[in-house]
């Protein structure tokens, strides 16, 4: 007789997620996991860098799609390449940095040379070398497409457009351009890596979950009044900040309902900054421009690898099923006056950084989950709120700001995603 485990493997991820629970299997299962780097890593779109990071001719910055390493190039010409970084001779890795400028890539194990675009356009002794040059290029990622400044890449070269991927949620970007009196962000303030002993899944889901902060993080609001006072920190019933599903497993903590004074967000008075008020009313008009400053900036994911961490910029790097590691950087504005920028960096060191008052609970509370799903596991519930939230009329679904709505719209997608890519998945996992 087939047991309830046999039966839930057979028939993969339709079982493994439902409308208001998802099996612990799916952050520790190693066929699970190999499943998410083919149908969502490389065969979706995965955010790589943003264009300011590369603005001149030859500069790279060095990721990962998944496991894959490569790097983003910009061309004289300015097109911009994102290629891996594996030499086509014997495999080695091609940028050694992290990010940087060159007229030319070579390799330091035999020499060989390539363009910014991938072509090999030297070989050391090349009498020795009988092939085709035009057959020996670096292999370049088939779809590169970029949003505002924001770049995103492929493996599949059949892959729905940028914009189709993005959908309803190119709002959100927006929204972080639009913090620039310019409508341009910088991200030239380095990354920060932090090591999470867990499943990278839980980043996403952590980052847009609005019920856990009274409680992961005591202290930040013991120590500061800040402006998630008033966002996430009142009780049940006076909380104005929503959880949102932006479709296309996009989703969002919208804390502008709470603010009621410009700059709010930014936690200091409307007369703080005046030349960037002023600059922002000159840029977009009065009405739009007070309604920037009042709303702030967006806090959201942008599936599967990119947070729109409100001043911050973060990007999701799974490594194996409990392993993964949370990348940012400070999101500086183009047209503003360095104080801004300054009072950026510091905000985003208090948040994320090292000694920071936010991640380093949100990393010990994730690690703790990773261990007690260890073994045979279980279910985990997602079902808090789904009566009472609500489809606006633009198609986004609404939730109380503690609903698990931006989680169910996670895994709706995540469902869609690997169902699709693979019609009979069978991954190797045990359901108790």
């Not at 977009?284 to 702030?296: F, M, V």
């Amino acid at each position: 007789m087939q047991n309830e485990t046999q039966a839930s493997r057979a028939n993969g991820y339709e079982d493994l997620i439902t409308d208001d629970r998802v099996h612990s299997s799916l952050y520790t299962d190693d066929d699970v996991f190999e499943d998410e780097m083919a149908s969502i890593f490389r065969n979706g779109w995965v955010f790589i860098c943003h264009e300011s990071e590369i603005a001149g001719p030859g500069d790279f910055v060095r990721r990962n799609v998944g496991r894959d390493p490569v790097f983003a190039i910009r061309a004289r010409d300015g097109e911009i390449s994102v290629i891996e970084n594996r030499c086509a001779h014997r495999g080695n890795i091609i940028c050694q940095e992290d990010s940087g400028t060159a007229k030319a890539l070579v390799c330091q194990y035999h020499g060989w040379a390539y363009d910014t675009k991938g072509a090999l356009i030297d070989v050391p002794y090349p009498a020795g070398f009988k092939g085709d040059f035009a057959c020996h290029g670096l292999e370049r990622l088939p779809k590169v497409d970029s949003y505002r400044g924001f770049v995103f890449a492929s493996y599949n070269a059949d892959v729905p457009s940028l914009l189709d991927h993005l959908g309803k949620a190119t709002a959100l970007i927006d929204q972080a351009a639009e913090m620039s009196p310019v409508g341009r962000l910088r991200l030239s303030g380095g990354w920060i890596t932090h090591r999470f002993n867990c499943n990278w899944k839980m980043l996403p889901e952590n980052d847009t979950d609005g019920y856990h902060v009274n409680f992961v993080h005591p202290s930040f609001a013991q120590a500061i009044r800040s402006n998630y006072d008033e966002a996430v920190l009142q009780d049940e019933e006076s909380l104005k900040s929503q959880a949102k599903d932006w479709g296309n497993g996009h989703t969002e903590l919208n804390f502008s309902p709470s603010y009621t004074k410009s700059l709010e967000w930014f936690g200091c008075a409307a007369d703080r900054y005046p030349a960037y008020t002023k600059a922002m009313t000159d840029a977009y008009g009065a009405e739009k421009g007070e309604s920037i400053l009042l709303d702030g900036p967006p806090h959201a994911v942008i599936f599967p690898n990119l947070f729109l961490g409100e001043m911050n910029i973060g990007r999701f790097e799974p490594v194996s099923p409990g392993v993964c590691l949370h990348i940012h950087t400070p999101m500086y504005l183009e047209g503003v006056d360095d104080d801004v920028n300054h009072r950026i960096l510091r905000q985003s060191e208090g948040a994320l950084g090292p000694t920071a008052f936010l991640l380093a609970d949100d990393c010990v509370i994730a690690e703790r989950t990773q261990g007690a799903l260890a073994g045979e596991g279980g279910w985990l519930d997602l079902s808090r709120g789904s009566e009472r939230e609500v489809t606006d009329e633009s198609g986004i679904v609404v939730g109380h700001l503690t609903d698990e709505t931006s989680n169910r719209g996670f895994w709706r997608h995540y469902k869609k995603v690997m169902l699709a890519s693979d019609p009979q998945p069978s991954p190797a996992v045990a359901v108790a």
